[in-house]
């Protein structure tokens, strides 16, 4: 018997038509949301998650607007620029997007973003407040991951959740979004030995690892939800998850596919995150 899939295009679109119902709601009052996204280089593949972030925006009737700057862009003049969004009235998200190139501190950077329009929730300032569980912008993709389990039904409190995985943008939050839902949660990463003992025990199996199809039938316990984060491409350069989908499908109660899992989530969260940023400005 196969497993539940859960689907992230048909729960993002849930999501995305709300949030564009809050985007109507927003523009009769005379507001309309905008996103400001900075692209520095000619990075393709970050020029490509740049364009369907714009479409996404226009599609429910957001302002979305592309600051493209030059790979030699200095770090001073890219964080000029970012002041200057900080300041402007008609811009309530500002996202910079990642890899930068090399002579340029990303953490100086996504610092200098304002907090109240910082909707990729990374500045020090938003991940300390979510530490702490205050209210903040949550970190696009972990937040999507947790709609994905919420609209699946699917429970947390009181379940063991293993993160394979521990960066700054998926990993880490990933474990304290879930710790707040009452999770148990157990860290592992590329140092773990006998990595395979600890994913069995996974009720939540979290796979963030950036590594093709690494987790196998191996690392998964029988009924166990498996959401694969990864975004890879295989030696026949098919584009494939963290998991090994034919081998844990059948194992796993539910599991997330890629594509169509949690990568249209990202995208869907930062709508949500960015009209958010909008409703904030009309309650201060």
Same mark, same amino acid.
Do not use: W
């Given at each position: 018997?196969s497993?539940a899939i859960?689907n992230?295009?048909?729960?993002g679109q849930?999501?995305?038509?709300?949030?564009?119902?809050r985007?109507?709601?927003l523009k009769?009052?005379?507001?309309?949301?905008g996103?400001a996204?900075?692209?520095?280089?000619?990075?393709?593949?970050s020029?490509?998650?740049?364009?369907?972030k714009q479409?996404?925006?226009?599609a429910?009737?957001?302002?979305?607007?592309?600051?493209k700057?030059?790979?030699?862009t200095?770090?001073?003049?890219?964080?000029?620029?970012?002041e200057?969004?900080?300041?402007?009235?008609?811009?309530?998200?500002?996202?910079?997007?990642?890899?930068?190139?090399k002579?340029i501190?990303e953490?100086? *950077?996504?610092?200098t973003i304002a907090?109240?329009?910082? %909707?990729? +929730?990374?500045?020090?300032v938003?991940?300390g407040k @979510?530490m #702490?569980?205050?209210?903040t912008?949550?970190?696009?993709?972990?937040?999507?991951?947790m709609?994905l389990?919420?609209?699946s039904?699917?429970?947390?409190?009181?379940?063991?959740?293993?993160?394979?995985?521990?960066?700054?943008?998926?990993?880490?939050?990933?474990?304290?979004?879930?710790?707040q839902?009452?999770?148990?949660?157990?860290?592992?990463h590329?140092?773990?030995?006998?990595?395979p003992?600890?994913t069995?025990?996974?009720?939540?199996?979290?796979?963030?690892v950036?590594?093709?199809?690494?987790?196998?039938k191996e690392?998964?316990?029988e009924?166990?939800?498996?959401?694969?984060?990864?975004?890879?491409?295989d030696d026949n350069?098919?584009?494939?998850?963290?998991?090994n989908?034919?081998? *844990?499908?059948?194992i796993?109660?539910?599991?997330?596919? %890629?594509? +169509?899992?949690v990568g249209p989530?990202?995208?869907? @969260?930062? #709508?949500?995150?960015?009209?958010?940023?909008?409703e904030?400005?009309?309650?201060?």
């Open positions: 018997m497993s859960i992230g295009k048909e729960i849930e999501i995305r038509n709300a949030v564009a119902e985007v109507t709601r009769e009052r005379g507001l309309t949301p996103l996204v900075v692209l520095v280089g000619d990075n393709q593949a020029a490509t998650y740049v364009r369907n479409k996404s925006c226009e429910i009737g957001m302002f979305s607007e592309l600051i700057l030059p790979e030699e200095t770090q001073e003049e890219l964080l000029a620029q970012i200057l969004l900080n300041q402007r009235e008609d811009i309530h998200g500002i996202l910079v997007q990642l890899p930068l190139p002579h501190d953490d100086t *950077v996504i610092a907090v109240e329009k910082d %909707v990729d +929730g990374f500045s020090p938003s991940v @979510m #702490l569980g205050q209210e912008f949550l970190p696009c993709t972990p937040f999507g991951v709609k389990l919420e609209y039904g699917i429970e947390i409190a009181g379940k063991h959740a293993v993160i394979v995985g521990r960066s700054h943008i998926v990993g880490k939050p990933m474990g304290q979004l879930l710790l839902k009452d999770a148990t949660v157990t860290y592992t590329s140092k773990t030995p006998d990595l003992s600890f069995r025990q996974a009720d939540i199996l979290i796979a963030a950036g590594r093709a199809n690494f987790i196998t690392h998964v316990k009924g166990a939800v498996v959401i694969d984060v990864g975004i890879n491409r350069n098919k584009l494939c998850g963290d998991v989908f034919a081998e *844990v499908d059948g796993a109660s539910h599991i997330t596919p %890629v594509p +169509g899992g989530m990202t995208i869907t @969260m930062l #709508l949500f995150n960015t009209v958010q940023a909008a904030n400005t009309l309650v201060q």
